[in-house]
């Protein structure tokens, strides 16, 4: 049974950085598709960037330019680096592989505010 265990989230100010960070279990990491996935209140969980095994990285429209996604793979840890942080950024955070397993991490809150 994989486990995924986010972290790194926080308060911040409009503007700011935070880098968040994924450990995953398991000798299988480095052969998946992984992203990082987020839900606001309200709204659905949504896809916010994607990593394949080699590193071709892809994001929303809404995050591109600000937010970088990267992985260890001898470490089994994805990473989340977000600059430039908006409101709307608020949500909890979550890594899971791409397509998602049905299992999910606690997440990690980032909260974007003033």
């Known amino acids: 049974q994989v486990q995924l265990v986010e972290s790194g989230g926080g308060l911040v100010q409009p503007g700011g950085s935070l880098r968040l960070s994924c450990a995953a279990s398991?000798?299988?990491?480095?052969?998946?598709?992984m992203g990082w996935y987020r839900q606001a209140p309200g709204k659905q969980r949504e896809i916010v960037a994607t990593?394949?095994?080699?590193?071709?990285?892809n994001y929303a429209d809404s995050v591109k330019g600000r937010f970088t996604i990267s992985r260890d793979n001898a470490k089994n840890t994805l990473y989340l680096q977000m600059n430039s942080l908006k409101p709307e950024d608020t949500a909890v955070y979550y890594c899971?592989?791409?397509?998602?397993?049905?299992?999910w991490g606690q997440g990690t809150q980032v909260t974007v505010s003033s």
């Open positions: 990593i394949t095994p080699g590193g071709s990285t």
């Open positions: 398991g000798s299988s990491f480095r052969f998946y598709v």
């Open positions: 899971n592989r791409r397509p998602s397993w049905t299992y």
